[in-house]
T-cell receptor, first 110, second 114 residues
Framework: QKEVEQNSGPLSVPEGAIASLNCTYS??????FFWYRQYSGKSPELIMF????GDKEDGRFTAQLNKASQYVSLLIRDSQPSDSATYLC??????????FGSGTRLQVQP | GAGVSQSPSNKVTEKGKDVELRCDPI?????LYWYRQSLGQGLEFLIY????????KSGLPSDRFSAERTGGSVSTLTIQRTQQEDSAVYLC????????????FGNGTRLTVT
C-alpha cells in the first residue's frame, strides 16, 4: 500500500462546477497535509495546508481532513479552465520528508 | 533571491558521464529536499537535509547518486555514470523546518541522458 494515494484521473468538470479531489494515507500518525498544484512543465506550487480535523477555507479552495478515516480532500468551487492542472497531495507520513501522492489530473471544460 | 534557485535548468549528457545539479534554498530555510519526477509521474523522494543532522538518504535509488549540503545552505546532487533511466526532472525544495512546514520548490533541472 502506498503511503499517500490519489486517483490519477483525469477528473473532468464543467466550468463553474465544484471539483472534488481526494487523497488517502496509511500512517495514522500523520499530522500535516498539503495540497500542491502543478501545471504541465512547471514545478509544484503550494495551494493549501491543513493540520486539524475539519475544513479549512481559502478563497475558492477548501481543504478537508478526517484523521479517523485517514482521508484528505480539496474542493475547488467555481472551477475555471485555469484550474486545469495536476493536484498533488502530500503528508508527513513518519518519514522526515513529505511523501507525495502520484497526483490527480483535473480538467475544467469551458 | 526570493525563491529556491536550481541550476542548470536543462542538462543533456551522454550515458556514462557524471553530472552535478545545484540547489540554492531560500535564505533561513534549514530543511532541504531533493525529489525526482519522471514524465507523467509523481514526485519520488531522494534525500533530505535538516540543519546539522545526518541526511536522510533513504530515497537514493543507487550508489551512483550522492548529495551534499555545504555550510547548511547550497546543495549539490551528483549522479555518477549516468544511465538513460536517470532522465527526469530533479526538483529541489526547502522549508523552515521538517515535517509540518510547507515545501517551496525550485524550477527544477531537466536531465536528459542520451
Amino acid at each position: 500500500q502506498k503511503e499517500v494515494e490519489q486517483n490519477s484521473g483525469p477528473l473532468s468538470v464543467p466550468e463553474g462546477a465544484i471539483a472534488s479531489l481526494n487523497c488517502t494515507y496509511s500512517d495514522r500518525g500523520s499530522q500535516s497535509f498539503f495540497w500542491y498544484r502543478q501545471y504541465s512543465g512547471k514545478s509544484p506550487e503550494l495551494i493549501m495546508f491543513i493540520y486539524s480535523n475539519g475544513d479549512k477555507e481559502d478563497g475558492r479552495f477548501t481543504a478537508q481532513l478526517n484523521k479517523a478515516s485517514q482521508y484528505v480532500s480539496l474542493l475547488i468551487r467555481d472551477s475555471q479552465p485555469s484550474d486545469s492542472a495536476t493536484y498533488l497531495c502530500a503528508g508527513d507520513t513518519g518519514r522526515r520528508a513529505l511523501t507525495f501522492g502520484s497526483g490527480t489530473r483535473l480538467q475544467v471544460q469551458p | 533571491g526570493a525563491g529556491v534557485s536550481q541550476s542548470p535548468s536543462n542538462k543533456v549528457t551522454e550515458k556514462g558521464k557524471d553530472v552535478e545539479l545545484r540547489c540554492d534554498p531560500i535564505s533561513g530555510h534549514t530543511a532541504l529536499y531533493w525529489y525526482r519526477q519522471s514524465l507523467g509521474q509523481g514526485l519520488e523522494f531522494l534525500i533530505y537535509f535538516q540543519g546539522n543532522s545526518a541526511p536522510d538518504k533513504s530515497g537514493l535509488p543507487s550508489d551512483r547518486f550522492s548529495a551534499e549540503r555545504t555550510g547548511g545552505s547550497v546543495s549539490t546532487l551528483t549522479i555518477q555514470r549516468t544511465q538513460q533511466e536517470d532522465s527526469a526532472v530533479y526538483l529541489c525544495a526547502s522549508s523552515l523546518a521538517q515535517g509540518s512546514s510547507p515545501l517551496h520548490f525550485g524550477n527544477g533541472t531537466r536531465l536528459t541522458v542520451t
